[in-house]
């Protein structure tokens, strides 16, 4: 908990563990993962364990917006955590060892035109 909030990531992580981490951390910086580690995240995990940790994330930062919204003080006897403002960015060294973007890449991907609307005839 006091790794991430000084921009490190949490000593004695697993190889899953590790995959999750830079999973997550790519969502929350570019909003998007990268190929590479979608399919590492397929191949480990499955779709469905994709899924699930996309749900996981998006529970997650839901009740951190909602209490941090409603300003709700730490439990009696629990450590304090940093809200996201205090957090130390993570340094450059930890974040070049997440893949690269591919060359080209653009947030958010360019979606194909629209289709025209349907023309709408009544009383024909």
Do not use: W
């Not at 909030?5 to 969502?27: H, N, Q, R, V, W």
């Not at 209490?67 to 629990?78: A, Y």
Request: aromatic residues 8%.
């Amino acid at each position: 908990m006091h790794a991430v909030a000084e921009g490190s990531y949490p000593p004695g992580m697993d190889d899953d563990e590790s995959l999750i981490g830079k999973f997550c951390t790519e969502l929350l910086r570019v909003h998007c993962a990268s190929d590479g580690t979608y399919d590492r995240m397929i191949k480990r995990f499955g779709e469905r364990g994709v899924v699930e940790a996309l749900l996981l994330m998006n529970l997650y930062s839901m009740v951190d917006m909602d209490l941090n919204v409603v300003r709700e003080p730490v439990p009696p006897g629990r450590p304090e955590i940093p809200n996201y403002l205090q957090m130390k960015p993570i340094p450059a060294s930890e974040y070049a060892k997440l893949p690269s973007l591919p060359q080209g890449f653009t947030f958010p991907p360019p979606r194909p035109a629209a289709p025209p609307p349907a023309q709408l005839t009544f009383g024909k």
